[in-house]
């Protein structure tokens, strides 16, 4: 089966343009994951979709960032305008749901991640 | 195939047990992470590991560098410590190769 996929790998933009990270889920996992490490720190949540609806949000930075699931299934995240300070490695993860399966975990599976460098 | 595998994939234990969870990588590193993910879906980071052994609390995470592999016991263990724990190769220092993580539930 096909992994998480994320495009682009590497992005390279200017400061107060505008940048659209894309994940590609496993087929049938209802749960996408977004996650960012800044240059050399831990790794943070962003944000969680089960299918297209956005379960928890907590992690977004600022206004800055959109998320979006239409269709649940592929996924994009827009910075727009991007700043320095968001320049690092953006991580898509994915999980399938398993129901009634209470405590039983689905692996969660990681994306190559999108190296972003904002000059 | 999987640069990170990681061991059990679910656990579960009663209060007070000693659990150990294992990380095997492939990918050469400059360090090993371990998370913790909460239900949903915050990711914390617990330890990060180049050499020996580090202690944090009830925590504790070792790293075998020849043999690629790297340990995560918790002592005396609390329902508390339920979550999802996720091993992290790390290449180059920006780089993660994750495990597909360890579902661990402390029953009282």
């Known amino acids: 089966e096909a992994g998480v996929t994320q495009f682009p790998s590497h992005s390279v933009i200017e400061k107060g343009q505008t940048v659209t990270l894309r994940c590609d889920p496993i087929s049938g996992h209802d749960n996408l994951y977004w996650y960012r490490r800044v240059m050399g720190k831990e790794i943070k949540f962003l944000l969680h979709?089960?299918?297209?609806?956005?379960?928890?949000e907590s992690g977004m930075p600022n206004n800055r960032f959109l998320a979006e699931r239409t269709g649940g299934t592929y996924s994009t995240l827009k910075v727009q305008p991007a700043e320095l300070e968001d320049s690092g490695v953006y991580f898509c993860?994915?999980?399938?749901?398993?129901?009634?399966?209470?405590?039983?975990?689905?692996?969660?599976?990681f994306g190559n991640g999108t190296r972003l460098t904002v000059t | 195939k999987n640069e990170v595998e990681q061991s059990p994939q679910n656990l579960t234990a009663q209060e007070g047990e000693f659990i150990t969870i294992n990380c095997s990588y492939s990918v050469g590193i400059s360090a090993l992470h371990w998370l913790q993910q909460h239900p949903g879906g915050g990711i914390v980071s617990l330890f990060m590991?180049?050499?020996g052994k580090k202690k944090h609390g009830r925590l504790i995470a070792t790293i075998n560098i020849q043999e690629k592999h790297s340990s995560l016991h918790i002592t005396a263990s609390h329902p508390r410590d339920s979550a999802v724990y996720i091993c992290?190769?790390?290449?180059?220092?920006?780089?993660?190769?994750f495990g597909t993580g360890t579902s661990l539930t402390v029953i009282p």
């Open positions: 979709f089960v299918k297209e609806s956005k379960q928890d």
């Open positions: 590991l180049s050499s």
């Open positions: 993860a994915s999980s399938q749901d398993i129901p009634g399966g209470g405590t039983v975990h689905s692996p969660l599976h």
């Open positions: 992290a190769a790390d290449p180059d220092g920006n780089q993660f190769y």
